[in-house]
């Protein structure tokens, strides 16, 4: 069997030691004689995997007492909903930081559902090169949250501080967190937000899942004509089972967190592993007259590197030959083209090293 370097933005590689303990897994569950995506969610040894993922994600992230750890459903995508549904309830608008395309999908849902939105910044006038410095953001004075983007999976734009949630009248709101494409790639300060939400298929497991972690404070500020399903307090109280979960993403997620702590050291390691990564391939990008990233390096993500290449007569033939080369998904996202590796946590370092052979090689050849 042959395994290929893969640079998709997500659904995203996974550790191999995690597929592999799924696969002896996959047919019979520690002597149980059925798979896990065969038991029952209220099965006592379904339980037993659902609170120890809880457990070993808090572990890593140092999640304080007073946060519930929500597995949910939806993607990253439908907590644009529930996150002005769950934080709304006592009025203000909802504040954002506009930073790039999924920020702006952010908005877009906000005002579709509640009219008016704060906009407290944005990096449009730069073309989304750089994330507006912390003494441009200011909220609103009916503020009721400030909602950041932490990266910009598209456009390879990251934040490189935590803003401060606070209105003119010296008034601190929740800081509400996608952070779908980070969650995990380094150590995080929770307490620093209200709401952090991620979309399980880049750096916690397979696409199918969400993990949501709120602040006890903040459940009893929701909206009453909120679907129940979006509802943090109803799906805190009922262990994330309201319905049926997704079980099988939610068990591969918890060997995920295993594989961080017990294969990588923590969260700690494994940022130092990602700094490498991407300091790598930026060193070699910054090199080539043939490659080139716009982003201001202070704001460069080391989850999601764009690069265009100085012909883009030349993409098709560079995603052909890395295609034959083993190195997968490399072309850019379609509103903004060129080429996007994206260095997830599975990714190893051997990947990006033959990528960066590759893209040595291919310049020499082409360019």
């Known amino acids: 069997m042959t395994r290929h370097f893969n640079f998709c933005a997500g659904p995203a590689a996974l550790p191999t030691a995690v597929l592999e303990r799924a ?198 500020l929701a909206r009453s004509d909120m679907p129940t399903l979006f509802s943090y307090k109803e799906l805190a109280a009922a262990g994330s089972m309201v319905n049926t979960p997704a079980t099988y993403s939610w068990y591969l997620a918890g060997l995920v967190f295993e594989w961080l702590k017990d294969d990588i050291g923590g969260l700690s390691a494994m940022e130092a592993i990602n700094a490498r990564k991407a300091a790598k391939l930026y060193a070699a990008i910054d090199a080539s007259e043939l490659y080139a990233n716009p982003i201001t390096p202070a704001n460069r993500s080391r989850m999601n590197v764009p690069f265009v290449l100085a012909d883009e007569r030349l993409d098709a033939p560079f995603l052909a030959e890395a295609e034959a080369a083993g190195l997968l998904n490399l072309k850019g996202h379609r509103s903004v083209g060129g080429m996007r590796a994206s260095l997830y946590n599975a990714v190893p370092e051997a990947a990006v090293d033959a990528l960066i052979d590759f893209m040595t090689d291919f310049e020499q050849r082409r360019g």
């Open 23 to 220: 696969r002896d897994e996959m047919l019979d569950y520690h002597g149980r004689g059925l798979s896990v995506m065969e038991m029952s969610h209220r099965s006592p040894e379904y339980v037993a995997i659902a609170e120890k993922a809880e457990a070993d994600l808090r572990e890593l992230l140092a999640i304080p007492a007073n946060y519930r750890v929500l597995f949910t459903q939806g993607g990253a995508t439908q907590q644009f909903a529930a996150v002005p549904y769950n934080l709304l309830g006592e009025g203000g608008r909802p504040s954002f930081v506009d930073t790039g395309i999924w920020s702006r999908k952010a908005i877009k849902e906000a005002r579709h559902l509640f009219g008016e939105v704060d906009i407290a910044a944005s990096s449009e006038a730069n073309g989304h090169t750089a994330v507006p410095r912390p003494e441009a953001i200011r909220l609103a004075e009916d503020a009721a949250y400030l909602h950041v983007t932490a990266n910009e999976t598209i456009g390879g734009l990251a934040f490189d501080y935590l803003p401060e949630a606070v209105r003119p009248d010296g008034r601190e709101v929740p800081l509400v967190g996608d952070m779908s494409s980070t969650i995990l790639s380094e150590p995080l300060d929770v307490s620093r937000f209200g709401v952090i939400y991620a979309g399980a298929q880049k750096n916690i497991g397979p696409a199918g899942l969400v993990v949501v972690i709120v602040r006890d404070d903040l459940l009893d």
